[in-house]
């Protein structure tokens, strides 16, 4: 099952994840860390809709000068 996003937060014993489990629901429930965003529309648009979250994400963080660590793997 392949893991779009993972997050670990300090002082967490275990990692959220967007997976296989999100974006290929049928459900209309999402409970997790992408917030519905790619619940439920496919892996593909799951993967753009992550790459494009990560874009913004390490733009803002750059312009505040924070530390954030975004890991791209590319799955063929």
Do not use: D
């Amino acid at each position: 099952m392949t893991v779009l996003i993972k997050q670990k937060l300090p002082g967490q014993k275990r990692a959220r994840t967007c997976s296989a489990l999100c974006y290929n629901a049928k459900g209309p429930v999402c409970c997790c860390v992408c917030g519905g965003v790619n619940h439920g529309v496919g892996f593909r648009q799951a993967a753009e809709n992550t790459a494009k979250a990560a874009e913004e994400l390490q733009k803002r963080a750059q312009e505040e000068g924070a530390l954030i660590q975004i890991r791209k793997e590319v799955i063929s």
